[in-house]
């Protein structure tokens, strides 16, 4: 389905991601992986989907806290792969704690990671888009860019701007055959989730086994976690035929959390 396109996918070295990334070589597209990690795990990962799939799979380490890296992370994509068509704005980060005790420099490390990433990408894939007459972008919000938890302003902050930069986009190059849209899950168990549970224990004075049922998946009526693999098909549908009226979308993917 995806055949002749090429997909950047930040923060894919790990959870949803490289969920995302997996499934669109699947479908067919030429997939960069980027993200932080044992390079030896990363490489293993890369080769493994490039044979698995039969698609071009590059690596490129780019950090998302610097706008010159990910202008050369997409300049470098157009030149080897020969276009930009796909971008998912997944890279990011969490800490939790209360607003008094927020360390001012991880509130920046967040806007960086979360929202001024995905804006930098943006703005240097459009013009690939443009030139090629089709594109997507897919930005990874949350079910927190459209409802907040206490003890995280910062991630809250960012993804409810994602939103915002998401509908702004769509409404710019829309008569270019390029949508943007916004994927909002609720809580899926990757390493970004595993890692907060001690800090929400400790801000809530609870166990982790309670944050897990008390406090993740209180807000998630099914109490399951959301699974990648189905985040990596939404993503493929959004890139896919039926999916040129969707623009601008903040798409729930969380067990109806936002439905309360
Ligand atoms: P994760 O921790 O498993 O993966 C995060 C990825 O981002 C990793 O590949 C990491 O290396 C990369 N990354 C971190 N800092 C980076 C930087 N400076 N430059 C480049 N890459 C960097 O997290 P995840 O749970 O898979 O989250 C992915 C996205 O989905 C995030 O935007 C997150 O906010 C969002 N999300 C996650 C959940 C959840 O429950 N896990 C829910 C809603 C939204």
Redesign the pocket.
């Known amino acids: 389905m995806l055949h002749g396109k090429t997909a950047i996918i ?9 969920g995302i990334a997996k499934a669109l070589a699947h479908a067919g597209a030429q997939v960069v992986l ?4 044992d390079a030896a795990e990363i490489e293993k990962t890369r080769a493994a989907l490039q044979s698995e799939t039969g698609q071009t799979v590059l690596y490129n380490g ?4 610097k706008p010159d890296q990910i202008a050369d992370l997409v300049a470098k994509t157009a030149k080897e792969l020969g276009s930009v068509d796909i971008i998912v704005n ?5 800490h939790v704690a209360p607003i008094e005790d927020f360390p001012p420099e991880k509130w920046d490390a967040i806007i960086a ?2 929202l001024s ?1 995905a804006f930098h990408m943006i703005h240097h894939a459009i013009p690939h888009m443009k030139t090629a007459g089709w594109g997507r972008v897919i930005n ?5 860019g459209l409802v907040a938890s206490p003890f995280k302003s910062a ?1 809250v902050a960012a ?1 409810h701007g994602i939103l915002g930069l998401t509908k702004t986009v769509a409404l710019e190059v829309a008569e270019h055959n390029i949508t943007a849209n916004a994927i909002c ?4 168990l ?4 595993e890692k907060q549970i001690p800090d929400t224990a400790k801000a809530r004075g609870m166990t982790e086994d309670e944050v897990k049922r008390d406090v993740l998946l209180a807000a998630q009526p099914t109490k399951k976690f ?1 699974n990648v693999e189905d985040l990596g098909a939404l993503a493929v549908f959004l890139c896919g035929p039926h999916s040129e009226s969707f623009n601008g979308a903040s798409l729930p993917i969380e067990g109806g959390w936002t439905a309360q």
């Open positions: 930040t923060g894919s070295t790990s959870g949803i991601g490289l980027n993200g932080f990690g780019a950090d998302m806290t997944n890279a990011g980060i969490q990671i979360n990433s990874l919000a949350s079910a927190h991630y993804k899950p609720g809580y899926v990757t390493p970004l989730v959301v």
